[in-house]
């Protein structure tokens, strides 16, 4: 075998070699597109499919991936068309007639021959087709076909009528119209198909021996996918009888007829909205047809995988039970395979699903959508550059060089939304071309009276971003009517406001309109509409509280009212999210365990007399009750320290776990940066004895299927535990850990690289799972940019230090300065004490409470002069504002009289509402994206 075909995952290498008919020669030229050093291991591959009359043969490459360059492409439709005439010169040699357009293609071989020549086609691989050709030629006659099964009158063998051979190829070819096959008036298919309403499609089940609840599974999915097609039946009664028949009956399906069933329970879904009991009967057959799915999937197409991920996109329905592991195995495979409708359905779904960051697919996935790019339709086009977006993986070069012509051609035939969707996304993705930019905003200018209210929102604020000028704001905005805004809701309107702020609009009817329509949405405004409207004050010099909603009413005493309002509304907000955040997170994570129970498993602990258990990043009562109440010992492990509450005490984090010689059993919580992650597995991997077992919990969008790559390479089994949907957390369940030959540990994980200071190269050391990677980010910068130099000799407090850049950069700029550093992430003030090595002390703490508490008793030194912070306002994916609030009330405490408090946020962050009378935020520098915010206290 050739050595660039090799054993995978998703690949047998045995299957390979039986089935190998030839291999395309592929140099490493070939994989310019993306370098094998920019992918990570386990995307790095790329799939070719070369179908044969024989067999079809999935062939992996060697690492990297294929050329933009059609090279490869040509030699393989060649290879294809040669194919064909093969076997139409079979059928000819059966006596089967030819339509006039294939007799064409038999007069074409020698064009193909030569092309073949031109393409560098090996002769070996012309002959590989030929000879699968006469193979199939020299094939004796079949038998006389034995009597077929039949149930329900229907063959259970073929779920239709008896058909040929030729039939079968011509209807995959596409060749035979569907009214020129033969058909048998006795069928219960053509029965059925011929029914003129959904009612009639449910009598003729109704008719069947033992009623509809005896019917086969093949009648029932052909049945349903006839009626998806036709006006909601009268009898729902009826139908909800079909459809807990299926429920019942799907598991009997195979590709073809689950893929009519999913199809066509999501069309009765979606078609469903008045009745309430239609829904939950569509996702029960679902949720059965996924368990079919699931073993079915290795016989899955393109077609058949993307069917599956889109119609649990389309009614928002979570892929369980390991179908989702197996939809996007099979998904890594069948790539290539994809149509242009195919990847523009593909990216849509794994958008909508959450997925699509990480993953062996994603690689293949972006390969085929660049080959299809150019023959996208519009609306295919907008759905995946929507997709690609919304996901926010970066997007090659290469591969946004092929969209932004594909984008250029599509754009004047793309629909209102199309328009919309298309716009909105360069702008999220970035790197559009000048020329691009421009032809956006013309097509912008001509969809203007055609566009909804989200559709005009999206492209002001994506115009906006995009650079385009005030002028064509303010044109679009007036073409539509200054009185749309009165319509808008919540999110079209922060996006207003967004792009008003961004281009600098200061008219007074339209700021008047942005104000009224504000007050009138009242308690329905979330934070983020808040804190752009208290941006776009600002941005106006206090215009948009001058002209607010009862200017008329209360001359002089409106800009107050406003401005009071969206400091009320912006804490109440802000203190929701931090609050929701929290309990969704802990909720979420005992809802998951407390289903799944990994204490009351046969396995747990019992497989290696081993009953020690380590929770890693799991900070819960309930699953320390369940383990002490089994009689199992355990211990806690975080990086990063806990605020304790609600009975529990504050917890600090440790970089490394203690070790402990039985850990038979890990319940770990993902975290949230991917390299943080593979930190965590290398940690546990450490503690963990041969033959132990990991539970590993966490969301798809945190990547919870891209985790199960490296588990496989430390555990001989991994699984998708089902039946945790309800709480919005994978778990996969990892047995039989073999250990590394060499245990890793926390050095191993330690990063020596450079960073800019200052215009200094500074040595400097990360570990994995810091913010920014552990060096300077662009809002530290910009943070950097703003800061005044330091008063010579003052005390510095760096809050939310990480790996220390902004102490280190002040301490560059004026060595006079005494630092501190403070982090929750113990790996961070790991590495904040190699490269501050000035600094005084580096605390490590839950947050500011414990060191202002030491402050306020004496037991930590004098006041601070300055505080510093780039402060976080998400865990993870989620809005929590709780570290920004504890800086701003406990920060200015911290300060000697006369000291300033500076930190930066982005700028649509409501942090004016946190301020109180006592403590003056103002707003010192911005550049629209990020605000450097500071108080200083009094003397």
Request: proline residues 6%.
């Amino acid at each position: 075998m050739s050595s660039s075909v090799r054993s995978s995952r998703f690949c047998d290498a045995t299957r390979i070699a039986e089935n190998l008919s030839f291999i395309l020669p592929i140099t490493d030229s070939s994989f310019s597109m993306y370098s094998s050093g920019s992918s990570p291991p386990y995307c790095s591959v790329a799939i070719v499919w070369i179908r044969t009359e024989t067999a079809p043969s999935t062939y992996v490459l060697s690492r990297g991936c294929v050329n933009r360059t059609l090279n490869l492409k040509w030699r393989r439709s060649l290879l294809k068309k040669l194919r064909g005439i093969e076997n139409l010169k079979l059928k000819a040699a059966r006596g089967d007639p030819l339509a006039p357009a294939q007799q064409a293609k038999l007069t074409a071989e020698a064009d193909v021959l030569a092309g073949c020549t031109k393409a560098g086609v090996p002769p070996a691989d012309v002959a590989a087709v030929r000879a699968a050709a006469a193979a199939a030629t020299l094939r004796p006659p079949s038998a006389p076909p034995t009597p077929a099964k039949v149930r329900d009158g229907v063959d259970v063998e073929l779920g239709s009528a008896k058909r040929s051979a030729t039939d079968d190829e011509d209807d995959r070819s596409g060749k035979r119209r569907r009214e020129d096959r033969p058909r048998d008036p006795h069928n219960f298919f053509t029965t059925i198909s011929e029914a003129g309403t959904a009612d009639g499609v449910l009598e003729v089940l109704g008719t069947m021996p033992g009623g509809i609840a005896n019917c086969s599974a093949a009648s029932l999915a052909h049945a349903l996918h006839v009626l998806a097609r036709k006006s909601p039946p009268r009898k729902t009664d009826r139908l909800l009888e079909a459809l807990r028949a299926c429920s019942i009956h799907a598991g009997g399906l195979a590709l073809r007829g689950l893929s009519k069933l999913y199809w066509a329970v999501v069309k009765i879904n979606q078609a469903a909205s008045e009745h309430g009991s239609i829904r939950p009967a569509t996702l029960d057959v679902l949720r059965a047809a996924g368990e079919a799915a699931v073993v079915a999937m290795p016989t899955f197409d393109a077609r058949g995988v993307v069917t599956v991920l889109h119609a649990h996109a389309t009614v928002d329905l979570r892929l369980t039970g390991g179908l989702g592991v197996a939809a996007l195995d099979r998904l890594e495979v069948v790539a290539p395979e994809l149509s242009g409708q195919d990847v523009a359905n593909c990216w849509w779904a794994l958008a909508k699903l959450k997925l699509g960051r990480d993953g062996g697919y994603v690689t293949p996935l972006r390969i085929q959508t660049a080959a299809q790019a150019t023959k996208l339709k519009p609306q295919e086009l907008s759905m995946t550059l929507w997709a690609l977006a919304t996901l926010g993986t970066p997007t090659e070069p290469a591969l946004l060089e092929v969209l932004a012509e594909a984008t250029a051609v599509a754009l004047p035939r793309c629909a209102p939304q199309g328009v919309a969707n298309t716009v909105w996304a360069w702008a999220k993705i970035g790197g559009a071309p000048a020329d691009l930019v421009d032809a956006m905003g013309a097509a912008v200018r001509n969809t203007v009276p055609d566009f909804t209210e989200q559709g005009l929102s999206a492209s002001l604020w994506s115009c906006a971003k995009l650079g385009c000028p005030k002028k064509l704001v303010l044109d679009v905005l007036e073409a539509r009517g200054v009185g749309v805004v009165a319509t808008m809701n919540p999110l079209e309107l922060t996006n207003l406001v967004w792009a008003l702020a961004a281009v600098g609009v200061t008219r007074k009817e339209v700021l008047r309109a942005v104000g009224e329509r504000a007050a009138a949405l009242g308690d329905t405004t979330d934070w983020q509409l808040i804190g752009h409207l208290q941006h776009l004050d600002r941005a106006t010099a206090g215009k948009l509280a001058k002209v607010g909603p009862d200017a008329a009413a209360r001359p002089g005493g409106s800009e107050v009212s406003f401005r009071k309002f969206l400091r009320k509304r912006g804490r109440a907000t802000v203190s929701a999210a931090s609050a929701e955040c929290a309990a969704t997170r802990a909720t979420a994570l005992d809802s998951a365990l407390s289903t799944v129970q990994p204490w009351a498993t046969p396995d747990f602990c019992s497989s290696h007399g081993n009953n020690h258990v380590l929770l890693a990043n799991i900070d819960s009562a309930m699953v320390e009750a369940a383990l002490t109440a089994k009689s199992l010992e355990w211990t806690m492990w975080s990086r990063t320290s806990t605020r304790g509450g609600d009975g529990r005490d504050a917890q600090l984090g440790r970089p490394w776990p203690t070790r402990c010689p039985d850990v038979g059993e890990c319940i770990a919580r993902l975290s949230h940066f991917r390299a943080a992650t593979d930190m965590m597995l290398g940690a546990i991997a450490a503690q963990l004895v041969e033959g132990g077992g990991l539970w590993l919990v966490g969301t798809a969008a945190e990547g919870i299927h891209a985790a199960r790559q490296p588990l496989q390479r430390l555990f001989a089994h991994v699984a998708t535990v089902p039946d945790t949907q309800d709480s919005g957390l994978v778990v996969l369940r990892a047995t039989g850990f073999f250990p590394p030959h060499k245990p890793s540990t926390l050095d191993a994980w330690c990063t020596k690289t450079t960073v800019q200071l200052c215009d200094e190269s500074v040595p400097w050391v990360t570990y994995p799972g810091l913010f920014a990677n552990g060096e300077l980010d662009v809002m530290t910068s910009a943070l950097l940019s703003a800061l005044p130099l330091a008063p010579a000799k003052a005390s510095v407090l760096d809050v939310c230090c990480g790996s220390g850049t902004i102490a280190a950069a002040l301490l560059l700029r004026n060595p006079t300065i005494t630092v501190q550093l403070l982090d929750n992430d113990s790996v961070a003030c790991k590495a904040a004490k190699k490269n501050v090595k000035g600094a005084d002390k580096v605390h490590l703490a839950s947050g500011l409470t414990e060191l202002h508490s030491k402050l306020s008793t004496g037991e930590s030194g004098a006041l601070f002069d300055w505080i510093v912070s780039n402060p976080p306002v998400h865990d993870g994916l989620d809005s929590d504002f709780a570290v920004l609030d504890e800086l701003v009330r406990l920060g200015p405490e911290c300060l000697a009289p006369g000291g300033s408090l500076f930190f930066v946020t982005q700028t649509y962050i409501p942090v004016e509402s946190l301020s109180t009378k006592h403590v003056k935020l103002d707003a010192v520098w911005t550049d629209g994206r990020f605000t450097v915010w500071c108080h200083v206290k009094a003397k």
